[in-house]
Protein backbone atom coordinates (compact mmCIF):
# COMPACT_ATOMS: atom_id res chain seq x y z
CA UNK A 1 0.00 0.00 0.00
CA UNK A 2 1.29 3.71 -0.32
CA UNK A 3 3.14 5.31 2.00
CA UNK A 4 2.03 9.32 3.22
CA UNK A 5 4.41 11.97 4.28
CA UNK A 6 2.31 14.67 5.95
CA UNK A 7 3.76 17.85 6.88
CA UNK A 8 3.49 19.65 9.34
CA UNK A 9 2.97 17.00 11.78
CA UNK A 10 1.73 20.32 14.36
CA UNK A 11 1.51 23.98 14.03
CA UNK A 12 0.56 26.69 16.06
CA UNK A 13 -0.84 29.75 13.89
CA UNK A 14 -2.35 33.38 14.56
CA UNK A 15 -5.45 33.70 13.69
CA UNK A 16 -5.75 35.36 10.37
CA UNK A 17 -3.16 34.07 8.59
CA UNK A 18 -2.78 30.62 6.78
CA UNK A 19 -1.63 27.35 6.84
CA UNK A 20 -0.37 24.85 4.14
CA UNK A 21 -0.18 21.41 4.59
CA UNK A 22 1.34 19.05 2.50
CA UNK A 23 1.08 15.45 1.27
CA UNK A 24 3.66 13.29 -0.80
CA UNK A 25 2.72 9.87 -1.61
CA UNK A 26 5.47 7.47 -2.59
CA UNK A 27 3.47 6.16 -5.51
CA UNK A 28 1.58 7.76 -7.90
CA UNK A 29 -2.59 7.86 -7.14
CA UNK A 30 -5.23 9.43 -8.78
CA UNK A 31 -7.75 10.66 -6.31
CA UNK A 32 -6.21 12.39 -2.91
CA UNK A 33 -9.08 12.77 0.12
CA UNK A 34 -8.50 15.71 2.76
CA UNK A 35 -10.04 15.46 5.97
CA UNK A 36 -10.79 17.49 9.06
CA UNK A 37 -11.04 15.77 12.26
CA UNK A 38 -12.56 18.75 15.10
CA UNK A 39 -11.57 17.77 18.58
CA UNK A 40 -13.47 15.01 20.06
CA UNK A 41 -15.22 14.22 16.74
CA UNK A 42 -15.30 11.85 13.72
CA UNK A 43 -13.64 12.65 10.46
CA UNK A 44 -15.60 15.20 7.79
CA UNK A 45 -14.70 15.28 4.22
CA UNK A 46 -12.79 18.32 2.61
CA UNK A 47 -12.65 17.74 -0.23
CA UNK A 48 -11.29 15.20 -3.26
CA UNK A 49 -8.47 16.45 -5.32
CA UNK A 50 -7.92 15.08 -8.94
CA UNK A 51 -4.69 15.41 -10.97
CA UNK A 52 -5.07 18.14 -13.11
CA UNK A 53 -9.04 20.08 -12.05
CA UNK A 54 -10.35 21.35 -9.61
CA UNK A 55 -10.51 20.15 -6.69
CA UNK A 56 -14.80 19.22 -5.47
CA UNK A 57 -15.92 20.32 -2.32
CA UNK A 58 -18.47 18.80 -0.10
CA UNK A 59 -21.26 21.01 1.35
CA UNK A 60 -19.89 23.09 4.08
CA UNK A 61 -16.13 23.79 2.84
CA UNK A 62 -15.35 26.53 0.35
CA UNK A 63 -12.48 26.87 -2.08
CA UNK A 64 -11.38 30.85 -0.45
CA UNK A 65 -11.37 29.00 2.81
CA UNK A 66 -9.58 25.29 1.79
CA UNK A 67 -7.79 26.15 -1.24
CA UNK A 68 -6.45 22.72 -2.91
CA UNK A 69 -3.53 22.21 -5.07
CA UNK A 70 -2.81 19.18 -6.93
CA UNK A 71 0.36 19.34 -9.66
CA UNK A 72 0.91 16.10 -10.22
CA UNK A 73 0.39 11.89 -9.18
CA UNK A 74 1.91 12.32 -5.91
CA UNK A 75 1.47 15.61 -4.25
CA UNK A 76 -1.00 17.76 -3.16
CA UNK A 77 -1.51 20.63 -0.39
CA UNK A 78 -4.27 21.96 1.34
CA UNK A 79 -4.32 25.31 2.50
CA UNK A 80 -6.69 26.64 5.78
CA UNK A 81 -7.16 30.41 4.92
CA UNK A 82 -8.29 33.29 7.42
CA UNK A 83 -7.51 31.10 10.82
CA UNK A 84 -9.66 31.45 13.25
CA UNK A 85 -9.86 29.04 16.62
CA UNK A 86 -12.89 27.45 15.80
CA UNK A 87 -10.54 26.21 12.42
CA UNK A 88 -8.43 24.37 15.09
CA UNK A 89 -8.81 20.44 14.56
CA UNK A 90 -6.47 17.68 12.57
CA UNK A 91 -6.69 17.99 9.07
CA UNK A 92 -5.71 14.38 7.10
CA UNK A 93 -5.32 13.49 3.60
CA UNK A 94 -5.56 10.10 2.37
CA UNK A 95 -5.43 8.03 -1.34
CA UNK A 96 -6.52 4.64 -2.20
CA UNK A 97 -5.39 2.79 -4.96
CA UNK A 98 -7.88 0.92 -6.63
CA UNK A 99 -11.00 -0.85 -5.90
CA UNK A 100 -10.16 -3.64 -3.42
CA UNK A 101 -7.30 -1.62 -2.15
CA UNK A 102 -7.84 -0.17 1.17
CA UNK A 103 -7.66 3.56 2.02
CA UNK A 104 -4.06 5.07 3.68
CA UNK A 105 -3.73 8.05 5.64
CA UNK A 106 -1.29 10.34 6.33
CA UNK A 107 -0.34 10.85 9.71
CA UNK A 108 -2.34 14.38 10.20
CA UNK A 109 -1.39 17.89 11.02
CA UNK A 110 -2.75 18.85 14.29
CA UNK A 111 -3.58 23.08 14.34
CA UNK A 112 -3.94 24.83 16.66
CA UNK A 113 -5.30 28.78 16.27
CA UNK A 114 -4.51 31.19 19.05
CA UNK B 1 -24.50 8.61 -1.85
CA UNK B 2 -23.62 6.82 1.39
CA UNK B 3 -23.10 7.40 4.90
CA UNK B 4 -23.14 5.13 7.78
CA UNK B 5 -24.85 5.69 11.47
CA UNK B 6 -23.23 4.20 14.38
CA UNK B 7 -25.90 3.55 17.17
CA UNK B 8 -24.67 4.61 20.75
CA UNK B 9 -21.61 6.85 20.86
CA UNK B 10 -20.58 5.35 24.31
CA UNK B 11 -20.49 1.59 24.52
CA UNK B 12 -19.32 0.31 28.42
CA UNK B 13 -18.44 -3.26 28.91
CA UNK B 14 -16.25 -5.37 31.46
CA UNK B 15 -13.35 -6.81 30.77
CA UNK B 16 -13.58 -10.16 29.28
CA UNK B 17 -17.41 -9.21 28.29
CA UNK B 18 -18.58 -9.03 24.43
CA UNK B 19 -18.07 -6.18 22.43
CA UNK B 20 -20.68 -4.86 19.93
CA UNK B 21 -20.47 -1.85 18.36
CA UNK B 22 -22.99 -1.06 15.77
CA UNK B 23 -23.14 0.09 12.26
CA UNK B 24 -25.88 0.52 9.78
CA UNK B 25 -25.10 2.07 6.45
CA UNK B 26 -26.58 3.57 3.44
CA UNK B 27 -25.61 3.59 0.01
CA UNK B 28 -26.82 3.37 -3.65
CA UNK B 29 -23.96 1.04 -4.96
CA UNK B 30 -22.76 -2.61 -3.71
CA UNK B 31 -20.04 -0.47 -0.42
CA UNK B 32 -17.23 -1.65 0.84
CA UNK B 33 -17.11 -0.89 4.68
CA UNK B 34 -14.68 -0.56 6.97
CA UNK B 35 -13.78 -0.53 10.69
CA UNK B 36 -10.82 2.13 12.00
CA UNK B 37 -9.54 2.45 15.84
CA UNK B 38 -8.33 5.76 17.14
CA UNK B 39 -6.26 5.49 20.02
CA UNK B 40 -5.85 8.94 22.08
CA UNK B 41 -3.69 11.35 20.14
CA UNK B 42 -2.78 8.40 17.98
CA UNK B 43 -3.81 8.29 14.30
CA UNK B 44 -6.30 5.96 12.50
CA UNK B 45 -6.16 1.98 12.33
CA UNK B 46 -7.88 -0.13 9.90
CA UNK B 47 -9.25 -3.11 12.27
CA UNK B 48 -10.97 -5.06 9.04
CA UNK B 49 -12.72 -4.17 5.75
CA UNK B 50 -15.73 -5.56 3.37
CA UNK B 51 -15.20 -5.22 -0.33
CA UNK B 52 -17.57 -8.10 -1.63
CA UNK B 53 -15.75 -11.43 -0.94
CA UNK B 54 -17.02 -12.94 2.50
CA UNK B 55 -19.41 -11.44 4.20
CA UNK B 56 -17.94 -12.94 7.45
CA UNK B 57 -14.69 -10.77 7.73
CA UNK B 58 -12.02 -11.23 10.50
CA UNK B 59 -9.44 -8.31 11.63
CA UNK B 60 -6.88 -7.42 13.87
CA UNK B 61 -6.84 -7.92 17.93
CA UNK B 62 -9.67 -10.08 17.88
CA UNK B 63 -12.26 -8.10 15.79
CA UNK B 64 -14.35 -9.28 13.60
CA UNK B 65 -17.54 -8.17 11.17
CA UNK B 66 -20.86 -9.52 9.53
CA UNK B 67 -21.94 -7.63 6.79
CA UNK B 68 -25.70 -8.18 6.21
CA UNK B 69 -27.21 -6.91 3.57
CA UNK B 70 -30.68 -7.66 4.28
CA UNK B 71 -29.93 -5.39 7.40
CA UNK B 72 -27.69 -2.99 6.01
CA UNK B 73 -25.62 -3.58 8.59
CA UNK B 74 -22.10 -4.30 9.17
CA UNK B 75 -21.54 -4.86 13.54
CA UNK B 76 -18.34 -5.20 14.66
CA UNK B 77 -18.02 -7.49 17.72
CA UNK B 78 -15.23 -9.25 19.53
CA UNK B 79 -16.28 -12.51 21.80
CA UNK B 80 -14.11 -10.53 24.77
CA UNK B 81 -13.11 -7.40 25.85
CA UNK B 82 -9.74 -6.25 26.96
CA UNK B 83 -8.84 -3.30 28.79
CA UNK B 84 -6.59 -1.88 25.40
CA UNK B 85 -9.36 -2.29 23.28
CA UNK B 86 -10.75 0.94 24.78
CA UNK B 87 -10.35 3.26 22.26
CA UNK B 88 -12.72 5.53 19.53
CA UNK B 89 -14.37 3.16 16.93
CA UNK B 90 -15.06 4.41 13.74
CA UNK B 91 -17.38 2.49 11.13
CA UNK B 92 -17.13 3.94 7.36
CA UNK B 93 -18.23 3.65 3.71
CA UNK B 94 -17.38 4.01 0.50
CA UNK B 95 -18.55 3.02 -3.17
CA UNK B 96 -16.69 0.73 -4.21
CA UNK B 97 -15.56 2.32 -7.07
CA UNK B 98 -12.04 3.84 -7.53
CA UNK B 99 -11.35 6.94 -6.42
CA UNK B 100 -14.15 7.44 -3.87
CA UNK B 101 -13.65 8.34 -0.73
CA UNK B 102 -14.42 7.13 2.72
CA UNK B 103 -17.54 8.38 4.63
CA UNK B 104 -17.55 7.93 8.48
CA UNK B 105 -19.63 7.88 11.29
CA UNK B 106 -19.90 9.60 13.76
CA UNK B 107 -17.80 7.49 15.88
CA UNK B 108 -18.37 4.76 19.19
CA UNK B 109 -16.00 5.50 22.39
CA UNK B 110 -15.48 1.72 23.71
CA UNK B 111 -14.84 2.10 27.81
CA UNK B 112 -13.44 -1.02 29.45
CA UNK B 113 -13.80 -1.88 33.09
CA UNK B 114 -12.05 -4.33 35.33
Known amino acids: SAVISQKPSRDICQRGTSLTIQCQVDSQVTMMFWYRQQPGQSLTLIATANQGSEATYESGFVIDKFPISRPNLTFSTLTVSNLSPEDSSIYLCSVTQGKNAGYTFGSGTRLTVV | AQSVTQLGSHVSVSEGALVLLRCNYSSSVPPYLFWYVQYPNQGLQLLLK??????LVKGINGFEAEFKKSETSFHLTKPSAHMSDAAEYFCAVSGGQAGTALIFGKGTTLSVSS
Open chain 2, 50 to 55: YTSAAT
